[in-house]
Each structure stands twice: as C-alpha cells, then as structure tokens.
C-alpha cells in the first residue's frame, strides 16, 4: 500500500470506529478468550505448584534460580532420620523465569496459570512490622493448592537446559 | 449501587464521599521501572482501566495514587519520596512486582533498594515479574473495595512512624560510606554527622 | 571500494600492528597507548566510521584495565577491536572526543566506572550515579553484594 | 550560530537582564517516554542550554552479569531494554555461540528470527503509538497498543511471558510453537495489515502531523553515521545499513531483507521509516514462516547450569526496532562470564543529539522530538 | 431575592449540563477509540471526589483567581438566553457577553501564574495567545451578523430565525457558520488548538499546581465555558429554540462537533494554531462579511 498524501478528510475516516463494537475485555467479567484453554496461555509461567510427595528435596532449583529466590526448608524427618527439605519460592526475587521447572528431576515442581497474588496493608501495624510482614507473607511453599490449573511444566525430561 | 447502604459505624455522608472516590482514581502518569509497560495496555482499548474512572493525570497535584512499578533506583527514590509529599490526601501507593518486596532481580545491585515499605508507605503490593493487566485491573479492583471500606489509609502511617520512614531516607539517600578507608571510617548505621555533608 | 579482511588485516601488519582473527568478520587489534590515536584516524580513514561504542574490562590479577574501541565499517563490513591496556593505578588515556563526538558520553560513563581518566575530555562529571563516593563500582574489587547487604539490607541465602 | 535563535534571544536577555530559568523535562513528565531527564535552560519557551539527568533506570546490568552463570543471565539480559527484549537475548547467546564456535540448528535460528520479528513489530507499534501520543493524538495510540497486545498474547503462547520471554537460551531456544500458533500468528499479521490502512489514515496522512514534525530534529546523511546513530534513525537519513544485512546472524541469511531508506533525515521522514518497517517485517515474518524447516530446536551443550566458555570474547550485533545492540562478552574459561558490555542504541540519539537538537528548539517539540528518534532510556543507563 | 434564586437555578442548570456533556464527550471518544470509556455520569464522580480532597495553595492570588474565573463565566452564562428567557431581566448584548468572557479566562490566567510553576506560566502566555488568535476570526462573523440583523442583542437575532431551518442562520451564512465552527474549537481548548493545557509539552499548563478544590473549580468553569459558547452558538446560528430541552438538545450538536473534530486531530504549536487561526477562518469570515455587505 503506498501513503497517500496529506489531506484533511482522511483522519476523519476514523469516525466509523464509532459504530463498531468496542475490543475491551472487561476483564473482571470476562476474561481472554484467545487460546485454547480461557484466560491465559496454556503454558503460562504463574505462581508456582509443587507435588509434594514426588518432590524429593534435592535442591537442583536452588542451585539454578538466577536471583537465589527458592530455599529449601526442612518440615520434618523421615524414618532413616534424615529431615525432609521442600522448596520455598520467594516471590520477592523470583522473576518467573521457569528456569527451576525445566531442571526439576522428579518433574514435581510446575508453574500454574494463576498469577493473583497481593498483600495489603494492614492498619494496626507500624511501619517497621508491615516490612516484615510483607517479606514473610511474600515467601510461599508450593504446593497442589494451584495444582488444578497446570500451565509452564517440563521438567528435566526435556532437557531443555541439559 | 448497593455499596451505598451506610454500614453502621461511617455516616452515610463519608460512604458517598468514599464512592466518589472509589469511582475516579486519577493515577500519576509516571513510569517509575520497567512494570510501567504494562500500563499502556491497561489504560488503552484492550483492557481499559478508564471504564472504572482511573485517568493518567500529569502532576503529583492532581494524582490520587502513585504506582510504583518495578525497581527503584536511588535517583527514582529521592524522586518518589518528594513526589509522595507532594501529593495532597489522600493518597495510597501501589507497588508493583518483586522488585519493591525483596529487592527481586536486582537484589544485589549497589544502586536499587530491596523493599519499598521501608521509605514510603505501601497500600498494596502485588506479585509479578511485571504484572499482567489482569493483575493491574486486580489490584486497582481491590484498592477501590478498600477505599469504599475506610480501609486504604496507609497515608496515615507516613505521619506516624515518619521518624522511621525519615530515618531510612537518610541513611541510603545521604552519601554512602566509602570502603577505600571503610576500615577505620565509622559505619553509617552510627548515625555520625561525620564529614560527609560537602 | 570494498576491501575484504585478508587485505585489511594486510594494511594494519603493515603499520607495525599484529592483529588477531577472531570471526569471520571480526578482528582484534592491540596497539599501546600513545599511538592510539593516529591509529584510530587511520581506520577511519580506510572507511571505518562507525564507533559502535568503547568499554573497558578490568583484568584485577594482571593489574591493567583494557580499553576495547569497537569500530564499524559500512563498506568492508569487518568490525575492528582495538585494545588499549594501561595500568590499573593511575589509568589515564587520551580521549578521542575530537574524533567522535558520542565518545564524550562513554568516556564519561567509563570514568564514572572504572575511574579511568581521559585526557582532553572537558567534562568527565558523573553521568549515571548521584552522589557516589566509593570506589568505581564496575572494578572488580567492588563487592555489589556486601554493598547492597549494608545499605540495603538485602537478605544473602547461599 | 551567530544568527541562531538561542543566541539572539541571549543577546536579548543580557541587554533586559531576563534571567535564563531552569525548567526539568523530567522523570515525572507525561512526554517524557520512560524515567529520564533533561535539565532545560531556557528563556521564555525557547531552550538555550541543556543538561541529560539520566540515571533514573541504572541497575548495574554489567556488574550482575559478571556474578550469574551463563545460562541465569539469560533470565536478567532481557530486562535491558523493555519495549524491545528480544534482541538482548538473542545477541547474548550469538555472543556466547561465537565464543563456543557453535552453530545452533536452522529451526531454532528461524524460531529466533520470528521472535525478533514479532517483538519488532510490537515495539514498532508502541513507538508509532508515543509519536502519537506526544502530539497529542491519543486514539492512534489507544489502537496501536490494543494491537500490540494481540502480539502479546502471541508470545504469551510461544513462550509462556508476555513481556519478558526469556525464550533463547546458549545453544537454541525453550521450547517450540504449539499447534495452532501458525494460524493464528497469520491471522494477527492480516489483522496488524489490515489496521494499517486505518493507521495511514489517522496518523500518516494527517496535515497536522506533517506540520507538526515537518523538519523537526533534522540529522543529515554524514551527521547520522558520524555520530553512531543506527537503525530506523540511521535508514531515515538515507544510510541503506541494516545489521541483518551487513552483519547476518540467526536466519538472516536465508531470509532476503529488503533495507528501506529514505532522504529526508527529520521527524516525519523518521515516522514514515517506522511505518514502512513495519509494513515490510509484516512481510518478513511471512516468508520466514514459509521456509522454516522441521527439526532440532536446541543443540546439546550438556549440563547448561555448569556451561565453561573457553577463554576468549566475542561481540555480537542485533538490529533491534530502536538501533544496533552489541553485546561485548569476555570469558576467562569459568563459569561465570568475566566481562558483559552492552551497546544500547538509544545513548546517540538521547544524550549527543539532545545537546544538537534542543538548544535551538522550543518547549513543545522536546516530546514529538524524543518519540521520533525512539529514545529508550533504559538503553541508556542499563 | 427572586432574581437571586434564578440566578442560583440557572448557574446550577449550565454546570449540570456542562458536566453532562462532558461525561458524554469522554464516552463518545472512547467508543472512537473502540474503547468502552468510562459511565456518562463520570464528571458529576470527579468533581465530588476533587472536592472531598486536601487541597494545597500557594498563595491568596491564587484562591482568588479561581473564584474569578469561575465567576466570570458564570456572569457570561446569566447574558446569554436560554430557549428565549433569562435569569434576570437585562439586555443580551453581543459585545458585552464577549467582553464578560475574556473575564473568566483572565482569571484562570492569574491564579496558575500565582502558582509560580514555569509550565503554568508558559501555559497561560500560551491561553492568552490562543485567545487573540480565535477572537479575530470570531468577531468579524459576528459583525457580519450584527450588520445584518440591525441588532447586537442576541436575543433579537434568535428571535429573527424563527420558522422553519431554512431561515435559520447557519443555512443562510453557511461559511459564516462554519468560521465560527472553526473559531468555536480553539475557544473551547478542544484538539487542534489545545496547546494551553498539553500534558505532553507542559505538563497540563495551567492547571499543574492545581489539586483537590482547585481543579474541582477549574472543572466547574471548564463546564460553564462548554455550556456558554454551546449556547452563543445555538442563539447565533441555530436559532435558539422554543424550549429548554431542544435548546440542549442543539447545544449536544455543536459540542457534538467538536468532539468529533477533537477526538482525530493532533494539537498545533501554539505559533501554526494563531498562524491557521488567522488565515484560514479569518479569510472565511472576511469573504463571508463581504457576501452580507453587498
């Protein structure tokens, strides 16, 4: 197509937008219906899901995460006495990136489609508490509670990053 | 128009004064980090925040929330912090990402502070390596359902515990200590006024 | 005319320069510091006028910081790295802003870096960094955590 | 510039003694694109001096590089640049496969060129979408984010980010396009062609963009190479130079692009360059879909977490939608790069031409001025 | 004390309207922007929250200036008939109601100097510069209709298109109409001529250091200014109507107009707005004055 040259009416063409429907998405009430699957993409990189009776705690996303946004914290003792460590996400450092999901051995540890997550603040507490409680209340143990809505899962099987 | 009913212990009048609120947030057109991005799709056809009364206004005068999106820098710091003062009553913060909660990417850089609360406020903070729309138009969502509540008064806490906010300016915004002597130079956190007020 | 990288690289041993083949269209350069600067108007002279930009890299154990000019040529479409090494304690170096004037604003930013000193640049005022006192951060004795921990509390994990 | 207008009006104000007054076009402005600033000395409403405050986005890119293995980069590189992140990924690994003396397989070099292409697009449109905006033509800028968010979800599909995909890594790509992306990625790139006449229309062919940008910010033929302008703004004074041209990487080389070049070197000629890129990379996005061969997506590098780069640098160039990228890597045989220099294409343009351009020019074009040339500040302070 | 009370009841009527039409306006450019854009009813939402905000002046000079300016228009809107009657009992003379609304932007020009911001101070000489360059090509349509009609009341020449469209001013002075259509755009600061309140070049001009009550004045008089110029228009052109609501209903045409022009245009510098303003409706109008003298 070649630019036509200057002229007063051509802008003016822009008013038929007028009797077009609008293209927003109100989203509180309705959400994206552009894949697959309603809402985001299928292989979304959400908050993260965590099978716990697969994961063995080996610590392979530790060592990987980029920004040192996952620690893994003992929750118990197995019958040989040795503790049970599972991977706590932070996510005040994580940048989503996924790269714990690819290297995950035991493929337990996935990425949900969910990405809802805030703390607001709370009135009683001083400034010095609400610090805290917003950095304690940013570390999250995956778990199967996202668990229903899978998106971004690898896993070392796909020795995406060897 | 059923969030109108006067709940029992806020007259009728302040529930009509929270609705119009409520319902015409103006945010600071000011792009703090790199979350700002994902506030043109918001305000534009697609999303379109503008639908619930939220506009772009130009100045910290006319601005009823700041969105903080993404990392703050040290220059950004200082800019936020007079920007917040600057902006009259009530006012509310929205942080967004991980950067303003525990420094996210750039936790170990020398130039971007970690955890946003500790300077100015925060009403909400929300999670994302920048956050999508939905999540945008999600907390703005929840912000209105706290001003509708009485409950978005953060900006209180900024007079209160403003010796803690203060102190906290001071010591990253003031000039750091030097490790070239750092040995024998006593450390910021005595609060000194040593030499350094050139 | 286009000259491709064998008579380039002719050229510079001509001029006393040896001269490392890298990639298929990328070579390095090392020359010293005194002659950097007719070196440099010589390439562009043969048609390197692009200067995508300078950098320095800090070699701590050997003690010298290294300058790297990156050249561009439209016509032979060779890209030149030329390499400067001066001594890490009193890092000084002609500037090159007479020959391109966006060099002023790396020059700058190199300076407020690395510390490195450019003679004839007129303003070598911090650019990036607001009120800085320590030492040039990008130098590798600069620790960015230990720095970050102290002033911003940032958590350490492993 | 004895008879320019800055230096009259300062023989005019030292004979009345008006004072020159400082004015920040700064972080908070709504025509500024990002947070950066001009300290603006001026007189009246025209500019008689200038000072770039930047700094507002640095984050110590380089020295966080030196600190992540070669593979965690890959979740920091793209930060770099917001409205554009694929070239820094993809000029990371080039870096890196050079230094490696690898070549990754042709799919995943089509896969690449696919994402730049689309990120192209999407930054092209945000960039149109500025231009707009600073002149105050809000509903061009409405539809063209709209637009760019169908690319969005795009590569939401692809890669599983909107924004920052984090899709090459050294040695190929994450993960390969799911059924029915190819379908639909045709139907955008109609839809995208389609809205073009109606962008023609609202912006392109508007008396009063033309008036308003007519001559605005010129930069001639030599003055463009001289002083390191790359890429639109480059193209826009008549250099016919394209890194995918000169400086082929990714599928470059199979694909033939067509390097668009105007005279003209002002606003308006940047505009219409913008414009008929992104008509021309609609075209490119459908050939390389065409001949995009089957096969591997990632070479095996082994172990990626524990990748050793032999001793040696590299520096690779990517033609992004604002300029050339270079990313300089230098590697001492660890584990950990040694040495990560980033080129962003914005420092020309935003802080050399800002001290040729502003001091003559008044107020109201400082924001018409920057969008024309894409100034992208976190380029600059990386 | 009646007058006091109609007068009261008109002011109210004009800034209900003013505020309506603006809601309007910002859904119908939403819509060309195939946006969904906020409820009608949003400008009635904004101003209660402005005015339920702290609001920070600088000094007195500034407090007064903009009760001034609202005042001023408020004096214009009383000149002006509406549907035939008038709050009180005076002549509704032309010049006078031009006159009364230099008042009101005069005095939104001395509260944002007041505020010494430097973006306030450009967008005011910016203000006052758009008014000379619209008043010119304004006034001489206006002469043109005076000469014409013998008369300098507006009510007169309202009464004087009645019957039917055809005699109505805009059919019978088409390019007359359409100079002040031109004209009508930069006084109402709308797209092409709004370069006093740029965001992108000055930061929304002279209202930068205007928060809380202020700009909630300010958003008054931005309705009262819509509902006046709506109104000389419809008294000048469109033959003020036989009752209040067709009157509205006319005044939604013209503001219609503008909208439309406003929501596809980008805005001028302020030298090409009074360099167009100047040439292109000016030489109009005078072809137009010309046409009525012969």
């Not at chain 5, 980008?266 to 409706?281: G, H, M, Y």
């Amino acid at each position: 197509m070649s630019l036509g040259d200057k002229s007063v009416y051509s802008p003016l063409t822009n008013l038929k937008n007028l009797f077009k429907k609008p293209i927003t998405v109100k989203y509180p009430k309705e959400i994206l219906k552009v894949f697959p699957k309603d809402g985001v993409s299928p292989i979304y990189r959400g908050l993260h899901t965590n099978d716990l009776n697969k994961c063995i705690g080996c610590g392979m996303c530790q060592r990987i995460c980029p920004f040192d946004a996952i620690e893994m914290k003992v929750i118990g003792e197995n019958e040989q006495g040795r503790a049970i460590k599972k991977p706590v996400v932070d996510y005040g450092r994580c940048s989503f990136c996924g790269f714990c999901v690819d290297v995950c051995p035991t493929n337990s540890l996935k990425m949900s489609r969910h990405y809802i997550y805030k703390v607001k603040t709370v009135k009683s507490m001083s400034a010095k508490e609400e610090v805290e409680h917003i950095k304690q209340k940013f570390k999250l143990m995956p778990d199967e509670s996202l668990g229903d809505d899978i998106g971004y899962n690898t896993g070392k099987a796909k020795k995406i990053l060897g | 128009m059923e969030d109108l009913k006067a709940n029992d212990k806020r007259s009728y009048i302040d529930n009509l004064i929270d609705f119009f609120r409520k319902r015409s947030i103006w945010m600071l057109h000011y792009c703090t980090g790199c979350g700002a991005v994902e506030l043109p799709p918001s305000m534009t056809s697609r999303w379109d925040i503008e639908r619930f009364g939220i506009v772009p206004m130009a100045t910290p005068r006319q601005a009823d929330v700041l969105l903080v999106t993404g990392y703050v820098s040290l220059k950004t710091l200082k800019r936020i912090i007079k920007i917040y003062e600057q902006m009259p009553e009530p006012k509310w913060v929205l942080a967004f990402g991980s950067c303003t909660v525990n420094g996210g990417i750039y936790w170990d850089s020398y130039n971007t502070i970690t955890n946003l609360a500790e300077y100015i406020p925060v009403d909400i903070t929300v999670s994302g390596c920048m956050p999508r729309p939905e999540a945008v138009i999600d907390a703005l969502q929840t912000l209105m359902e706290m001003i509708q509540s009485g409950e978005g008064g953060a900006y209180k806490k900024y007079k209160e515990n403003y010796e803690y906010y203060k102190k906290n300016q001071d010591r990253v915004l003031r000039k750091t200590a030097p490790i070239l002597g750092s040995s024998e130079t006593e450390s910021i956190y005595q609060e000194k006024e040593g030499n350094y007020e050139t | 005319m286009k000259l491709d990288k064998e008579s380039i690289i002719e050229l510079l041993n001509q001029k006393g320069v040896e001269v490392l083949d890298l990639y298929p269209n990328q070579i390095s350069v090392n020359i010293k510091k005194d002659n950097l600067l007719n070196h440099l108007v010589f390439l562009r002279s043969i048609g390197f006028d692009h200067l995508s930009f300078i950098n320095a890299v800090d070699f701590i154990d050997e003690g010298e910081f290294e300058l790297v000019y990156h050249v561009w040529s439209y016509t032979h479409k060779i890209h030149v790295l030329n390499k400067v090494r001066i001594s890490r304690n009193n890092p000084v170096i002609p500037t090159i802003v007479n020959l391109w004037e966006q060099a002023q604003f790396y020059e700058q930013e190199i300076h407020e870096f690395f510390g490195i000193i450019f003679e004839g640049n007129k303003d070598l005022s911090p650019l990036f960094l607001e009120n800085w006192v320590d030492i040039p951060p990008l130098r590798k004795d600069f620790d960015t955590k230990e720095f970050s921990v102290r002033l911003f509390g940032a958590e350490i994990r492993r | 510039m004895m008879d320019s207008p800055s230096y009259m009006l300062s023989k005019i104000a030292e004979k009345d003694n008006l004072t020159v007054y400082e004015l920040f076009f700064g972080p908070n402005h709504p025509g500024m694109h990002g947070n950066f600033g001009y300290v603006l000395e001026m007189i009246g409403t025209e500019i008689v001096k200038v000072r770039p405050n930047a700094g507002h986005l640095h984050r110590g890119f380089e020295k966080l590089m030196e600190q992540k293995l070669w593979v965690q980069n890959i979740a920091l590189v793209p930060r770099i640049c917001v409205a554009d992140p694929d070239p820094n990924e993809v000029a990371y690994c080039t870096a890196i496969e050079k230094i490696l003396r690898v070549d990754i397989p042709d799919r995943a070099k089509f896969l690449r060129t696919i994402t730049l292409e689309m990120s192209r697009l999407s930054s092209f449109l945000m960039g149109m979408g500025a231009l707009a905006a600073a002149v105050g033509l809000y509903t061009a800028m409405n539809i063209m984010t709209a637009d760019r968010d169908l690319i969005l979800d795009l590569f939401e599909w692809l890669t599983g980010a909107r924004v920052y995909h984090m899709f090459s890594i050294p040695g190929g790509v994450r993960n390969d396009l799911a059924d029915g992306f190819v379908e639909r990625l045709y139907k955008v790139l109609d839809h995208l062609e389609k809205r073009l006449i109606e962008y023609d229309k609202l912006l392109f062919e508007n008396p009063i963009i033309h008036k308003r940008l007519k001559g605005l910010g010129y930069v001639s033929k030599e003055d463009a190479v001289k002083y390191g302008l790359t890429g639109p703004n480059l193209r826009a004074s008549g250099n016919p130079y394209d890194v995918r041209v000169d400086d082929p990487y990714a599928a470059y080389p199979y694909l033939d692009v067509r390097v668009i070049t105007q005279e003209g070197g002002d606003a308006l000629t940047r505009a219409i360059q913008i414009r008929l890129e992104f008509e021309e990379t609609i075209n490119l996005i459908r050939r390389a879909l065409k001949t995009m061969p089957e096969g591997e997506i990632r070479l095996n590098l082994g172990n990626l977490s524990a990748l050793k780069v032999p001793k040696g640098e590299a520096y690779a160039k990517v033609e992004s939608s604002k300029g050339e990228f270079g990313y300089y890597v230098v590697s001492d045989g660890g584990m950990k790069p040694y040495r990560v220099a980033v080129r962003g294409p914005s420092l020309p343009a935003g802080l050399l031409l800002a001290q040729k351009h502003l001091p003559k020019m008044k107020i109201d074009d400082v924001a018409a001025w920057m969008a024309s040339l894409a100034i992208c500040p976190p380029d600059i302070d990386k | 004390m009646i007058a006091a009370i109609r007068v009261f009841g008109y002011s109210l009527f004009a800034i209900f309207i003013g505020l309506l039409f603006m809601g309007i306006g910002r859904k119908i450019i939403a819509r060309i922007q195939l946006r969904l854009g906020p409820p009608f009813y949003q400008a009635f939402l904004d101003v209660g929250k402005l005015f339920a905000r702290k609001s920070i002046t600088h000094n007195f000079v500034m407090d007064l200036g903009m009760i001034m300016s609202l005042a001023g228009l408020l004096s214009t809107m009383l000149f002006v008939p509406v549907a035939g009657h008038m709050a009180i009992k005076t002549s509704s003379n032309l010049i006078l109601i031009i006159y009364l609304m230099a008042i009101g932007h005069l005095g939104m020009a001395m509260a944002a100097a007041a505020s010494g911001n430097p973006n306030a101070t450009i967008g005011v000489s910016r203000a006052l510069t758009m008014m000379l360059g619209y008043e010119i090509p304004f006034f001489t349509v206006m002469l043109g209709l005076i000469i014409f009609n013998g008369t300098s009341s507006l009510e007169l020449i309202a009464q004087s298109q009645a019957g039917g469209i055809l005699n109505w001013n805009m059919v019978k002075f088409p390019l007359g109409f359409l100079a002040a259509e031109i004209a009508l755009q930069a006084i109402m600061g709308e797209k092409p001529f709004d370069a006093m309140v740029a965001p992108a070049e000055i930061a929304s001009g002279p209202m930068v250091e205007l928060g809380g009550k202020y700009l909630g004045l300010a958003f008054l008089t931005h309705a009262v200014s819509i509902f006046v110029e709506t109104g000389i228009m419809v008294n000048l052109f469109m033959g003020g109507a036989s009752n209040v609501f067709t009157f509205v209903l006319k005044q939604f045409e013209i503001y219609l107009i503008t909208i439309l022009i406003e929501a596809v245009f980008p805005r001028f510098r302020i030298e090409q707005a009074v360099k167009f303003l100047w040439t292109v409706p000016m030489s109009i109008a005078v072809v137009q004055l010309a046409i009525i003298l012969l």
